[in-house]
């Protein structure tokens, strides 16, 4: 294809995405074509970094690059020339996930190189602007897997400044064992040291349809300390400190879910004392990728992946959207617990009229607060046509219950939430142990998309309604009282005229 023809095709997928009544208004999404993981996030002089798996020629997981966009505001971002992308060498099929530190001199990003269906560990640099980069001339720099171990794939990286070296660690799993992480030691990050695996899961520990199974390898290691009020920092193994490992279960191509760890970090490895559910969506908040910012707030992104299928992305010319920028902090069950960023109201519009508990809205955030006693039910219908008792009626249900150990049962029914049955429609289930009586319960609503947090335990999913009239949102109570009800209509906050692919581009 000439460049002509390429950029007329880009413009074309482009339009197509731009028309889709589903791709999300507020949420990052790429300006057309693929999405997944975030990379390198970071907050530099002001300016929030976020880089993306990305693939500009077509909605699909191939030869996949660097997209990069920045924001001062982390709701208004703007797109950067693409940072990184395939050269001939160890990463010509692709520049998988990787991360951003600083080595005192220049930006640095560490990244898994893709070839011949193995990944290995490259690093590029950058200038100020983090514009440009420069592959490192003796790429890889860590060649293969620790020898004489069979493990099931090796990649993804975590890398930070520990008693005056540079620790990573990278994503693994032993086969007939479980996932791993594999840890390695540096004076330079070019030349590294292994030390072993930091930690060993176990592939049996639950059965495989568990939403805590652990899997068979590890994706998106990430790595830090992190207390009840949200303090966070770097690993340090001889801080005593309560450390999380965060990962994303993935076996044999298939993208479970994310799992956090507690445990501590002692010497070179780290003892788990239990692991958690990151998001109640499961492979609908996948791959994430945290850093402390400016404030000190321990932020996140994950990857929303979609729940259509390919050719519907193929037509839409797009695929993937990330959740909202989250704040963490360490729940006293020891799970994550998340709250959207508070930058995220600066994209509330009008605020939501309310008939009763009934509002109608398209791309929304909702909120409210509710006792919920043994036995006593919330349900909130999102994306909601007007009559729930008609055949072609579409909704998506929230089911909040107070159970008799005093957490609440979550449900979020999918069965009817599209009227195109290839979509899908599988329900999540899960637990929240609360923090107080009251619960506190936050939904972000964006055409495809839906974030709540329940007492700060997130749930993303993805749903796809058909009809345009799919946009109620009606609240029941049984046995309780809803208090404390708002919301908002949410604004775009996309740039204006992206392109997919801008000119000026990266050394790489
Ligand atoms: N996505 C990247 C990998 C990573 C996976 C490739 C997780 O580096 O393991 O696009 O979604």
Known sequence: MTSTTTSDAQALMRETALSDELRPAYHFVAPAGWLNDPNGVCQRDGVYHLFYQYNPTGPCHHSIQWGHATSTDLMQWTDRPIALRPSDGHDEEGCWSGVLVDDGTRPVLVYSGHRDDRQTAMLAYGDESLDHWTKEPSNPVIAAPPAGTDITAFRDHCVWREGGVWRQIIGSGIRGRGGAAFLYESDDLVHWRELGPLVVGSADDFSETNPLWTATMWECVDFFRLDADGRTAAPDCSSGDAHVLIFSAWDDGRTMHTISARGHYAGDRFEVTDYHRLDLGGRHAYAPQSFIDEQGRRMLWAWMQEGRDD??????????????????????????????????????????????????????????????????????????????????????????????????????????????????????????????????????????????????????????????????????????TIEHLCGWMMRNTEQAHRVLDLTETSTG
Not at 317 to 341: E, H, K, Y
Not at 367 to 387: N, Q, R
Not at 446 to 458: H, K, N, Q
Request: hydrophobic share 40%; no cysteine.
């Open 311 to 480: 050719a519907a992305q193929l037509r839409h010319g797009w695929s993937g959207a990330m959740t909202l920028p989250r704040v963490l902090r360490l729940g006293a069950a020891g799970d994550v617990r998340q709250t959207p960023a508070p930058e995220v109201e600066a994209a509330r519009g009008e605020a939501l009229e309310w008939h009763g508990l009934a509002s109608r809205a398209g791309a929304a955030e909702f909120g409210f607060e509710v006792d919920l006693p043994v036995g006593s039910v919330v349900e909130v219908d999102l994306f909601a046509t007007p009559d729930p008792t008609s055949t072609d009626a579409e909704f998506t249900t929230l089911r909040l219950s107070g159970v008799a150990d005093g957490s609440i049962a979550v449900e979020l029914d999918r069965s009817r939430s599209s009227l195109d049955t290839t979509n899908a429609s599988s329900a999540h289930t899960g637990t929240v142990v609360r923090t107080d009586g009251r619960v506190e319960v936050r939904g972000f609503l964006d055409r495809s998309s839906i974030e709540l947090f329940i007492d700060g335990v997130p749930l993303t999913t993805r749903v796809y309604p058909t009809r345009p009239d799919a946009d109620a949102i009606r609240i029941r109570a049984v046995d309780t």
